[in-house]
């Protein structure tokens, strides 16, 4: 074959057949000799030469600037942070999990939602501290805690839920989960005392609420309300009662979850709204074990429920009723507005006090302890002018009396 009068760059011809001839500088960057040959292993002719040239150029010019270039730096890849052994998280489930808390079962089930709602409280407004080692704490850390809480949650769910992170930090510590924290960090931190609730209903208050759950056809309530201010018992046990028998004017009340027992002589307006239930069951042919039952559905009620009802009926008896075809008007009582289911089982303490029963029989009627009820009385009969009138005129009888003698 004749050699081709043309000079291909990369390409040397031997007796009239292309090859390629790495420059000494190409061999050094790996390049080695070839015969140019195409696809079918024919020798290539000097067009099909001068194709593959080009693209031998253009190829060495991409490498060419890509060692000009400066590579750019490869970011090290950021490791996943490390996951808490025992976040404060897991501390709260842990001790509210009957598996892992057996004593978890001996509280009640208002203080049981009280101490969930107040992990929340710290899920909620401290959410790095939620996720974060639970070993971390420390008394700064958690007089931190009680500082942004009171600030944005208020002064009284501050102080609760710090002790209850006390009181958790103490379960896990007494069970060998906290072996590096020797001394509680949430204990002593000089929390502000909030100040008392002072709140019960008067007579004329719970008569409204009474007229008004009856008139708006929710009568429930109001042997609800009934039942609070003349047994002293929490709302829970109240949503739980069953009758379980009637002796000598005395009323034997059962909690359907607990077992427990309460007896107590039967107010007549309480026997009054307990006999009226009774008939509007007959009615509806509902047979059911439980004193107060929600007539819309005729099921037992559930806390959050009934204090979702509560709270419309006190709105509604605050604002008043207008007259209508089959009830007169009842006028705005505005100070129901601050008035709290919770505050029925006060209410007893009070008019029970009110009523001149020593602290000992009214613990044998609401079910307090007596250091309990004593505490109540500290606050609430000092918005009593009548308990001092009392007081005084039972003084001038017995220093006269006495006198006379």
Same mark, same amino acid.
Request: with cysteine.
């Given at each position: 074959?004749?050699?081709?009068? /043309? ?31 195409? $696809? ?56 509210? =999990? ?13 203080? @049981? ?17 939620? @996720? ?8 700064? /850390? ?67 609420? *009474?007229?008004?759950?009856? $008139? ?12 609070? *201010?003349?047994?002293?018992?929490? @709302?829970?046990?109240?949503? =739980? ?10 009323? *034997? ?20 709204? /307990? ?15 439980? *004193? ?19 709270? =419309? ?17 009842? $006028? ?26 020593? /602290? ?44 006379? $003698?």
């Amino acid at each position: 074959m004749k050699k081709p009068s /043309i000079t291909i760059p990369y390409v040397a011809w031997r007796n009239g057949r292309p090859r390629f001839e790495p420059s000494p500088t190409l061999r050094t960057r790996g390049y080695q000799g070839e015969d140019l040959k195409n $696809a079918a292993g024919e020798w290539m002719n000097a067009a099909d030469a001068l194709e593959w040239s080009q693209d031998f150029a253009r190829q060495l010019a991409v490498e060419k600037h890509k060692i000009k270039t400066k590579p750019k730096r490869t970011a090290l890849p950021v490791p996943p942070p490390v996951r808490p052994a025992f976040p404060v998280s897991t501390l709260f489930d842990e001790w509210s =999990n009957l598996g892992k808390n057996p004593g978890w079962a001996d509280i009640s089930e208002k203080t @049981q939602y009280e101490y969930r709602h107040k992990g929340k409280v710290i899920e909620k407004y401290l959410p790095d501290v939620w @996720q974060s080692e639970t070993a971390a704490l420390t008394k700064p /850390i958690c007089l931190g805690m009680y500082d942004i809480l009171r600030q944005q949650a208020g002064l009284s769910q501050a102080s609760a839920t710090m002790r209850t992170l006390g009181t958790a930090l103490t379960w896990a510590m007494d069970r060998g989960r906290l072996p590096e924290m020797l001394v509680n960090p949430a204990h002593k931190l000089r929390m502000k005392t909030p100040p008392p609730r002072i709140r019960f209903g008067t007579k004329e208050e719970i008569a409204q609420m *009474v007229a008004v759950a009856d $008139a708006i056809g929710r009568s429930e309530i109001g042997d609800m309300i009934i039942l609070g *201010v003349w047994s002293g018992q929490r @709302q829970n046990d109240r949503l =739980n009662f069953q009758i379980a028998g009637r002796e000598k004017g005395r009323i *034997v009340l059962r909690q359907m979850k607990t077992k427990a027992i309460v007896s107590m002589p039967e107010a007549p307006l309480l026997r009054a709204r /307990i006999e009226a239930s009774e008939k509007r069951r007959k009615l509806a042919e509902v047979i059911s074990p439980y *004193v107060v039952l929600d007539e819309k559905h005729w099921t037992p009620f559930k806390r959050h429920h009934y204090s979702h009802q509560f709270g =419309n009926l006190r709105d509604a008896a605050a604002k008043g009723l207008p007259e209508t075809a089959t009830r007169k008007t009842i $006028a705005p009582m505005p100070s129901l507005k601050t008035l709290r289911d919770q505050d029925l089982r006060d209410t007893a303490v009070t008019w029970l006090a009110m009523a001149g029963c020593t /602290i000992p029989e009214i613990c044998a009627i609401t079910g307090h302890e007596i250091k309990s009820a004593y505490d109540i009385l500290k606050h609430y009969l000092a918005l009593n002018p009548e308990m001092a009138d009392s007081a005084m005129a039972k003084l001038v009888i017995w220093f006269d009396a006495d006198d006379g $003698a």
